[in-house]
């Protein structure tokens, strides 16, 4: 078989590097791919970035499967592009993405069908959202309608920060992009609580769910400092205990595939929730993705055992049905990634600096590239996150010290992580 693999992140890499573990698997296509999917036995770069251009490469080159990592292409309607071309793919649709593409619909949905999530107010107007967080006080979430790549969302704790994000939001800015061109603000209750990653797969009707994992999103040790895409994860998640993890499934992931499908736009696709989880064990979802998270992909992918060609090939079974009952197998050890960021990052990282890895890491360490590109035969930095250095081991403590030892491997100039990622799970 021939894979595809949309995107150029930590993920991708990830998910290339899995797929290629499939006996089934010949060779995997990452588009565009970065300076670790470059150097990998049996992946391939490939440097197309417009979608219909990739579509006609794909039915050129027989791809039998295709992978979207990121939220950009499928809110462009890549799955939509693919399929009409007789493409098999696996991703929702840009209507069903709108889960994540637009807080508006998701919010809207989330109330429509009874799933539980912070309450809400959707404005147009500026002066009727500054009235609405005068009368409801500070701490208060604002949110920008639409993808903001984690810059869209502004947990306010005082009004003066809020009422600024107001007025930032409502202007349509460059890289804020609202699906209708309308600006619109997201007013929210602030939640309170300990933060998963849960994930799934579904083809729209049966739902298999993946591990569950924990994200940082601030840059700095101890969740201080601004928010990023992401510094580092870890899986299994303790916080989503056994009974916890039955009443997601049944309070939040089956009435929103059945409520997609109800509403007439299905999702297939790796559905991801953002959760927050009370102290008195209240789960309240925070946010909708329609894709994998990153780097939470990465620990997943290392714990995964099963064949994840075979996953996505029965979810995108044109019959359908196959997800029904399928089990999957993962290692039970924790898996742990430590995600290396550039100089600059997150505001305005800098690139182009030689990357140095240790040639030889430990069989239960794996270093999956981000922002890095190969020039002239050696790594330079590309983007903001640049690598995630991952690891495998009994427990957060052991998998924490493969990662931080493989660390003292790499080297760049400026490299910005964290010391302390999985200090949460050290606390349960
Ligand atoms: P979102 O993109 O909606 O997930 O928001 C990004 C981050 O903002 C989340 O991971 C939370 O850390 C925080 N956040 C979002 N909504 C809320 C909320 N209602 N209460 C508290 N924190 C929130
Ligand atoms: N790591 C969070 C995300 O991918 O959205």
């Known amino acids: 078989m021939k894979i595809l693999v949309v995107g150029s992140g930590g993920r991708e890499h990830a998910i290339a590097w899995k797929m290629l573990q499939s006996p ?12 670790g999917t470059a150097t990998e036995q049996g992946l391939e770069n490939l440097p197309i970035r417009d979608l219909s251009e990739l579509a006609h490469w794909a039915r050129s080159q027989q791809i039998d499967l295709t992978v979207v990592g990121p939220e950009a292409p499928l809110a462009a309607g890549i799955v939509d592009l693919f399929r009409s ?40 107007q500026a002066e009727a959202a500054h009235a609405h967080v005068d009368r409801l006080g500070a701490p208060i979430v604002v949110k920008a309608d639409g993808l903001a790549a984690g810059k869209g969302v ?8 809020a009422h600024a994000a107001i007025d930032d939001m409502l202007q349509i800015q460059p890289g804020i992009q609202a699906s209708d061109g309308v600006a619109r603000v997201v007013i929210e209750a602030c939640l309170v609580g300990e933060e998963a990653s849960f994930m799934v797969v579904t083809d729209g009707a049966d739902v298999v769910p993946l591990a569950t994992s924990q994200d940082h999103k601030r840059l700095l040790d101890h969740d201080q400092g601004p928010n990023t895409g992401g510094m580092g994860a870890y899986s299994p998640a303790k916080v989503v205990t056994p009974a916890i993890h039955a009443r997601v499934m049944r309070e939040v992931i089956y009435p929103t595939i059945e409520g997609m499908k109800k509403d007439g736009i299905p999702f297939s696709g790796f559905l991801y929730a953002g959760l927050m989880i009370g ?19 990465q620990p997943l992918m290392m714990r995964l055992r099963s064949d994840l060609f075979e996953l996505l090939w029965a979810a995108t079974d044109p019959k359908g049905g196959k997800l029904k009952d399928l089990q999957l197998d993962w290692d039970r050890r924790t898996a742990l990634g430590v995600v290396m960021a550039s ?9 182009g600096d030689v990357v140095t890895l240790a040639a030889k890491v430990s069989a239960d360490v794996k270093v999956f590239h981000a922002g890095t590109s190969l020039s002239q035969g050696h790594w330079v930095t590309a983007g903001g996150r640049v690598l995630c250095v991952t690891a495998l081991g009994e427990g957060v403590r052991a998998a924490q010290h493969l990662a931080y030892e493989a660390i003292q491997g790499v080297a760049f100039r400026g490299m910005q992580f964290r010391r302390d990622i999985g200090f949460r799970a050290l606390s349960h």
């Open 154 to 161: 502004v947990v306010a704790q005082t009004l003066e920060q």
């Open 24 to 35: 089934r698997v010949q060779k995997v296509f990452v588009a565009p791919g970065n300076g």
């Open 85 to 124: 071309q007789g493409l098999r793919i696996f991703g929702p649709t840009q209507q069903a993405a709108q889960l994540e593409s637009s807080k508006a619909f998701s919010k809207d949905f989330m109330v429509r069908h009874g799933i539980p999530t912070a309450t809400h107010e959707t404005f147009t």
């Open 343 to 351: 100089e600059g990052y997150p505001a305005s990282p800098v690139a």
């Open 279 to 297: 102290a008195d064990g209240s789960i309240k979802t925070l946010e909708f993705n329609a894709r994998l998270g990153d780097p939470e992909t």
